[in-house]
């Protein structure tokens, strides 16, 4: 199988095959390999070791153990099996959200979510409240809450819509940190909620404020940009891997972002056909 990668930002990076590969695909992937390695660790009883890449606030402020502000999230904790629920929040809601922003901005947003923790942290660590914590749970639950902020009532579960979803898991999430006195998880679900809302806001508001008002459609489901007039060509040959895909797997194949681009091109095509 031949890997083709894709410059476009908002096509998958490479194909294998017919399968279609996102930058959080390649990102499910590593927490997969982390995950076994972390089990194999803890079963040679090799704890110490995996407390280097754990984050502590003393050691990352006092010790410059800069890496752990990283790791953490690479250092899967028991029971595994709700591991699977975050592989699926990564990879079906943050592929959606690669499709929407682009993988530029996805790759920054996942960037921001992993950080808002460790910062919120290393901040109480010096005013007197010292943390330990790892693990993506949390990081994962922002990328659901990104996918909710930019898809409010996509259906998801029993028809129920994406905003009350992310309320209810939030809720839940937030009592059963409280009756377990785990302050912690509950600052760091509080962290990444609020990471999410800040990054989408700005960039949708980036996307928002790039072209005239007049020229951003309304929409069910949020369109961050109006390309140029400049550009119209370069979007008609972007479509190119969208046809691929219909030749390939069908028109129910495509995702809501690459339906809207084949009709955008298509209708910039008419246009520019009636204009000559």
């Known amino acids: 199988m031949m890997a ?13 095959g017919n399968f279609p590969v996102y930058a959080s695909t390649l990102l499910a992937a590593l927490h997969g ?8 660790a803890m079963a040679a009883g090799a704890e110490s070791f995996l407390q280097t890449f754990v ?10 153990d800069l890496w752990q502000a990283v790791t953490y999230a690479f250092v899967h904790r028991p029971p595994y ?20 922003l682009g993988r530029k901005q996805f790759i920054q947003l996942y960037a921001g979510l992993l950080l808002a923790p460790p910062v919120l942290f290393v901040l109480a660590g010096l005013a ?4 330990i914590f790892w693990g993506s749970s949390t990081l994962h639950f922002g990328i659901f809450v990104a996918f909710t902020l930019l898809y409010p009532t996509a259906e998801i579960l029993f028809t129920i819509q994406a905003r009350w979803v992310a309320l209810a898991l939030l809720a839940i999430n937030s009592l059963q940190c409280l009756a377990l006195a785990d302050y912690t ?28 008002k007049e020229t951003i459609r309304i929409k069910v489901r949020p369109n961050p940009r109006e390309p140029r007039p400049s550009a119209i060509d370069d979007n008609l040959d972007s479509i ?13 194949s495509l995702s809501a972002r690459e339906r809207e681009r084949l009709q955008n091109a298509s209708a910039k095509l008419l246009a520019k056909d009636s204009d000559s």
């Open 81 to 100: 099996w709700l591991f699977l629920l975050e592989l699926y929040m990564l990879v079906v809601f943050g592929r959606e959200i690669e499709v929407y």
């Open 185 to 212: 998880t509950l600052a760091a679900l509080a962290a990444e909620s609020v990471a999410a809302c800040l990054i989408v806001g700005y960039f949708q508001g980036r996307f928002s404020s790039s072209y005239p």
């Open 4 to 16: 083709r990668w894709s410059p476009d930002n908002y096509s998958p990076l490479t194909r294998i």
């Open 55 to 64: 984050f502590s606030s003393q050691s990352v402020a006092h010790q410059w």
């Open 240 to 252: 190119d891997p969208i046809l691929e895909k219909i030749s390939r797997q069908g028109m129910n």
């Open 128 to 131: 007197g409240w010292p943390s």
């Open 33 to 40: 390999i982390t995950l076994i390695f972390t089990a194999l």
